[in-house]
């Protein structure tokens, strides 16, 4: 088994352009998974509210939530540590 870092996407580029979305700070609204939660690929594991949008972040891969590195409230940024899943 392999830990993995799942971490914060890269904003979409209509946000640089129209910035109606990306107004404000973006942040961790609601997590939606715990340490020891097994997750499938797609499944949402954190809403980040942006100031005029809520938007799902979903796992890359499945695997069991071993760390969380985030708290609700937290800002983010592109890059950013969201959880560490171990992976098969």
């Given at each position: 088994?392999?830990?993995?870092?799942v971490r914060m996407p890269?904003?979409?580029?209509?946000?640089?352009?129209?910035?109606?979305?990306?107004?404000?700070?973006?942040?961790?609204?609601?997590?939606?998974?715990?340490?020891?939660?097994?997750?499938?690929?797609?499944?949402?594991?954190?809403?980040?509210?942006?100031?005029?949008?809520?938007?799902?972040?979903?796992?890359?891969?499945?695997?069991?939530v071993r760390e969380i590195?985030?708290?609700?409230?937290?800002?983010?940024?592109?890059?950013?540590?969201?959880?560490?899943l171990e992976v098969p």
């Amino acid at each position: 088994m392999a830990l993995v870092c799942v971490r914060m996407p890269k904003y979409p580029e209509c946000w640089s352009s129209c910035g109606s979305c990306a107004s404000g700070n973006v942040f961790i609204l609601e997590l939606l998974v715990q340490v020891g939660e097994t997750v499938a690929r797609d499944d949402n594991i954190l809403t980040l509210e942006t100031g005029k949008v809520a938007l799902d972040i979903p796992s890359p891969w499945a695997g069991i939530v071993r760390e969380i590195h985030v708290i609700e409230g937290d800002t983010v940024d592109e890059g950013a540590r969201l959880v560490s899943l171990e992976v098969p």
